[in-house]
């Protein structure tokens, strides 16, 4: 059960990868440092989209409009941290 353990924090730990990654890159986008007519910028781009927007739709639909501020990131970002706090409390359950 200890290896149960362990592919949940991994899967916890990429979800907070790929994230991170779609938060910088939208930063980087934002500032004009990447440009999204570069095609593998534009892929990168959308693939992140693709995987994140369906949980950030979800996440939208609780959290408040901030004025051009999107809190959705932060909160799954949170959601993660907070799934992982729990699952190391509980370990001795997969033991």
């Not at 924090?9 to 790929?18: E, M, S, T």
């Not at 990168?44 to 979800?58: F, M, V």
């Amino acid at each position: 059960m200890q290896s149960l353990l362990q592919i949940l924090l991994l899967i916890l730990d990429v979800a907070k990868f790929i994230l991170i990654a779609q938060i910088i890159m939208s930063w980087l986008i934002n500032f004009q440092v990447l440009n999204l007519r570069q095609p593998l910028v534009a892929q990168i781009w959308d693939g992140l989209n693709r995987l994140l927007e369906p949980i950030y739709s979800r996440v939208r639909q609780f959290v408040p409009v901030m004025g051009g501020l999107d809190l959705a990131p932060l909160v799954v970002l949170i959601a993660i941290y907070a799934l992982r706090i729990v699952l190391m409390n509980n370990a001795a359950a997969f033991y």
